[in-house]
């Protein structure tokens, strides 16, 4: 600080006094927009105005306990009032820092809705605040998505442990889904456009590929298919919507497919796209008993040796997603009751039977198994 700064703090301390010293400090660095210097003049000021040492100690554990609660709410004052000025001069970086150390970050989130990207600016910074750190992470995943391309993105929310609501993940997915088919529908237009000299009437990918085995010849494809992969089994996690029945239509582009880029996966997904096509079309209420039955068939064949039981977990977590919670029981009692309280992609039997309140079901069961503790409960919560 240039040195007739210092003497006019010097002169203001002998004329006028300590409180109106600490004033002129903070009013002289908010004018040279010294923000961080200012947070710890503000520190300061609390300090002096509690009758305490001026000199913060890191810890602050110099203050009696007293006035340790006034000293924090100074801390959370002297946050949101920097926090805001580095906002105020477009710094949300710099600005993130203050109201993240009072777990404020509305006014973070406030300011990245409102930001236009340029085609030249260095997004990174934004994206980290924005997405991994949760500031607005609808926004965030946007702007990954729109500046490093859905490659990234899927990688993004495929392997990273990111601690986001269901809600937030599911709007990713929901995105995925929706920019993946918006893609692959402009290509296949363009596609036919080309062939055919006009553009195509259809307005699903199935009906674009209708009759016109050609776009497939010589093992052609028109988009990346690990991404394709990705975004429908993303479609059977999130709740029933529109982007469900979109990737339904992209289940229709891959069961076009030549079977060498079908990926490889265990029942009751081995057949890929098909099964996938199956399993959304049952969350969207079509011929749903027909479908189901595709399922059934699934589980009753697999072989527990070499498959395991995730067919059946599969159809149990379905039949519970659409309400069918007895039918859920009765496919839980027949494959994986067994299992007794072993840890499965859905809920065990035992929980099955407390859901439904079948507990008959669960005392017949362990009386078969030999089980006593499970036998009992039953018996008792058929009595209750």
């Excluded at 000199?55 to 602050?60: D, F, L, P, R, S």
Aim: proline share 5%.
């Amino acid at each position: 600080m240039q040195s007739e700064v210092l003497e006019r703090l010097q002169a203001t301390l002998v004329k006028e006094g300590p409180a109106a010293a600490i004033d002129r400090l903070c009013s002289e660095l908010k004018q040279n927009q010294d923000y961080p210097a200012l947070f710890y003049a503000l520190l300061m000021k609390k300090r002096f105005e509690l009758g305490a040492s001026p000199i913060a100690t890191g810890m602050n554990d110099d203050l009696p306990p007293a006035v340790q609660e006034a000293f924090e709410n100074g801390i959370r004052e002297a946050c949101g009032a920097v926090g805001q000025l580095f906002l105020d001069d477009g710094k949300i970086p710099q600005a993130f820092g203050y109201f993240r150390m009072i777990g404020d970050t509305a006014p973070i989130a406030q300011a990245l809705e409102k930001i236009q990207l340029t085609e030249d600016e260095d997004v990174q910074p934004l994206i980290d605040i924005a997405f991994q750190q949760g500031a607005a992470p609808k926004k965030g995943f946007d702007w990954l998505l729109q500046r490093y391309g859905i490659c990234n993105a899927i990688t993004t929310i495929t392997t990273s442990e990111l601690p986001f609501s269901t809600e937030v993940r599911d709007y990713c997915k929901r995105t995925l889904i929706r920019t993946l088919h918006s893609d692959l529908f402009g290509r296949l237009k363009e596609e036919v456009k080309r062939h055919d000299g006009a553009e195509p009437t259809g307005t699903t990918i199935a009906e674009i590929v209708a009759g016109r085995e050609w776009l497939f010849a010589d093992d052609f494809y028109h988009i990346d298919l690990s991404h394709l992969n990705a975004v429908v089994q993303m479609a059977g996690q999130i709740e029933v919507c529109e982007e469900t029945r979109l990737a339904k239509d992209l289940c229709a582009y891959g069961k076009h497919l030549s079977p060498k880029f079908i990926y490889n996966t265990d029942p009751p997904f081995d057949k890929a796209y098909h099964d996938y096509d199956v399993f959304l079309s049952i969350l969207l209420g079509e011929e749903v008993d027909k479908n189901l039955a595709h399922f059934y068939k699934k589980a009753d064949d697999a072989d527990p040796e070499t498959v395991g039981t995730y067919p059946a977990e599969v159809l149990v977590n379905l039949l519970l997603r659409i309400g069918r919670q007895g039918e859920a029981l009765e496919a839980s009692k027949k494959h994986l009751s067994h299992l007794g309280n072993m840890r499965l992609s859905c809920p065990t039997f035992v929980e099955l039977c407390q859901k439904t309140g079948n507990y008959a079901a669960l005392a017949d069961v362990a009386k078969q198994q030999g089980e006593p503790v499970n036998f009992l409960a039953g018996l008792l919560g058929k009595s209750r």
